[in-house]
Every structure is written in structure tokens, then in C-alpha cells.
């Protein structure tokens, strides 16, 4: 569906956006845009119609999303005469409180679709999010950091579409630690990259990858574009490392862009990354490499310190996220620092 065909105002095609990516922190339309009819038809066909959306948001998040809504109609109405909150949002509403509410614990467990548009003009027509299944409130622990979508994923996403597409298009990129497969696959669609290599040091990451590359191509999200291609690729493993380097060689692939957001979380892994990274940049000399974290500790440091031990020049890139209607996709809080740098040699 196409909010911007329903000829809404930019506020609410940008509340759409929030709500799909079912980000905590929206930004809600003032109460007298809310309480049009025409406004509440509309939000009751985009946001909460299922015949219309197969990727509405989990119940329990519309409940919270559609109790405001109703409040800022009911604090708009002047006229009880001509404003009322409509008939079918009250009827979601009474639809919802019936559903059993699991706990937060097993809701966080539970995978979703989320839809992550790109910042493009919110009266922009036609744009297609990437589409991921994931659970979004899955604590960082263990195995689980592959299964969701991190912000500095979105950080450096945000940063390629905006300001570097250039670095994309029409390139052959490599990501490591792809994860869910959100930044490969906006690489591939959006972004328009010749081809995409997909990696993963962990099985059961690599198949939700799949399963999300899957997802994107039976909803057409990557309309005459080649999907990424999902590898397992573990940094300690020397052979297989080689044998990428020679697969590369025999086809005559040469990697324009290697990528990697939040790999930098745990100390054991900086080095193998850093020596990784090393022998991509010898393989490929002209290859741009950009790496993106969120600043928790000190470990981002100590890899930024390795990779200039293995004579990396490190240059953190400027990135700045704008406020108000001019932010409109790939939603992300930057109250915790995000860097992305350029590993250059």
C-alpha cells in the first residue's frame, strides 16, 4: 500500500512510516488533523485493517498506538455533534482488548515483520521498505545479536542513502555480519548494487537471513534487482576465508564496498575482524571499507587501535541525523553515540 495516494499530510505519511517500523518513540499528528474523518478513515485503512496490510504490528503495540490516537480525537472534539472518534476505530479497539496478551518476556521472543522505509520525501510516491522479521525487543545476549536490527545498522543505512549512494550504486559490496540482512538488502534494492555478499559467522543467522532475502523478493520489495547471496563466513576460519579470495579471483569479482554495523561488540573478536578487514583491503586494494557502532565501551577503541597497528588510516565520517519532518525513515535514537568510520590504506 501507498500512503501517499490517500493525499494525506507529510506528518502522518511520516507517523506511518514509525508505526510499521514499530519504533516506541512516534510522533504522534496533532489532535485537530486527527479528529477529520477523512484523517481517521485513512488511519484505520494504513494502520489497523488487516485485509489491507498483511505486516500490521504486533496487538499489543497497536492497542498503546491506537489508545493515544483515540485520546488526541476525543481532546480535539468541539463539536459532539460533527467530531467523534469513527466507528471502526473503536470497533479495532474493542477488537484488540479481547486478544490474550502474552507476557513482555515471550512477546520479545517473538518474530515479526517490521518495515523499514528509507528517508526519502514523505510525499515521495511509491517507496518500498525493507522488510525484516526479527524481534525487535530481543536482548543482546549470546547468540541473539544477529536476530534483530541494531542502530548503528540504521546509522550507517541512513548514511548511504542520504549522503553516499554513490558509494553503492552499481558497485559490488561485501557485508560482514549481516544479521538480519537489512543494510545487504538496501544495498540491493534502494541502493542498486551490482552484487552483494551477505556474511554471517553464525548457521542459525545465516537461515533468518535467508528467510528475510526470501521475505523481500516474494513481496517484490526488489523490483529488477539481484538479491543478496548469504554466506557463512567465520573470521577465524582461514580456509574459508581463502576460499572466498579464490572464488572472487576465478569470477573476476572485485569488491568495491565492504560493510559492517555493530560488529565490534565483544573484545575477542577485534582482532580476527581487523586481520579479516587486512586481508580483504590486500585482495582488493581499491575497496572502501566503513564500519559503524554504537559506543558502549571502550571496545570500539581497542579495534579502531588494532586496525591502526595493521596501518589503517581511521577516519570517522560525519553523520548527522536532522529533527522534525526532515527525518522521515530508518527511525533511530542517537542518544547513545554512533560512529562510522573509513578504514582506508
Not at 50 to 67: D, G, T
Not at 150 to 158: I, K, M, Q, R, Y
Request: hydrophobic residues 40%.
Amino acid at each position: 500500500m501507498d500512503i501517499t495516494k490517500a493525499a494525506t499530510e507529510p506528518i502522518l505519511a511520516k507517523f506511518y512510516r514509525q508505526y510499521l517500523q514499530v519504533i516506541d518513540d512516534v510522533t504522534y499528528p496533532p489532535g485537530p488533523l486527527l479528529v477529520k474523518q477523512d484523517v481517521q478513515n485513512c488511519l484505520y485503512k494504513y494502520f489497523f485493517d488487516a485485509s489491507q496490510n498483511k505486516f500490521l504490528p504486533p496487538a499489543r503495540y497497536q492497542a498503546r498506538i491506537l489508545k493515544h490516537i483515540i485520546q488526541e480525537i476525543e481532546k480535539a472534539c468541539k463539536d459532539p455533534e460533527e467530531d467523534q472518534v469513527s466507528d471502526q476505530l473503536m470497533e479495532h479497539m474493542a477488537y484488540l482488548s479481547t486478544i490474550p496478551q502474552q507476557s513482555l518476556t515471550d512477546e520479545a521472543q517473538q518474530l515479526y515483520v517490521h518495515s523499514y522505509f528509507p528517508p526519502l520525501p514523505l510525499d515521495k510516491s511509491g517507496v518500498q521498505p525493507v522488510l525484516i522479521k526479527e524481534a525487535r525487543n530481543l536482548l543482546s545476549k549470546g547468540n541473539n545479536v544477529g536476530l534483530r536490527t541494531w542502530e548503528a545498522a540504521l546509522h550507517l543505512a541512513w548514511f548511504l542513502t542520504v549522503q553516499r549512494p554513490d558509494l553503492v550504486k552499481e558497485r559490488n559490496v561485501l557485508e560482514l555480519g549481516a544479521g538480519t540482512g537489512f543494510l545487504s538488502l538496501l544495498c540491493a534494492g534502494y541502493l542498486q548494487a551490482s552484487l552483494v555478499l551477505a556474511t554471517d559467522g553464525l548457521g542459525h543467522v545465516c537461515e533468518g537471513l535467508q528467510a528475510n532475502l526470501d521475505l523481500n523478493v516474494d513481496n517484490d520489495t526488489l523490483p529488477g534487482h539481484r538479491p543478496p547471496v548469504v554466506r557463512q563466513l567465520d573470521w577465524t576460519d582461514r580456509p574459508e576465508i581463502d576460499q572466498l579470495l579464490a572464488e572472487a579471483k576465478q569470477s573476476r569479482t572485485s569488491y568495491d564496498l565492504i560493510i559492517g554495523a555493530d560488529i565490534t561488540y565483544h573484545p575477542d573478536i577485534l582482532r580476527p575482524l581487523a586481520e579479516l578487514l587486512s586481508l580483504l583491503k590486500d585482495a582488493f586494494p581499491e575497496v572502501a571499507i566503513l564500519i559503524s557502532a554504537t559506543i558502549r565501551s571502550d571496545t570500539f577503541a581497542n579495534f579502531v587501535a588494532i586496525c591502526q597497528e595493521l596501518k589503517f588510516q581511521v577516519t570517522e565520517m560525519p553523520c548527522k541525523i536532522p529533527e522534525g519532518l526532515r527525518n522521515c525513515g530508518f527511525f533511530h535514537s542517537v542518544a547513545t553515540e554512533i560512529k562510522i568510520v573509513s578504514l582506508e590504506r
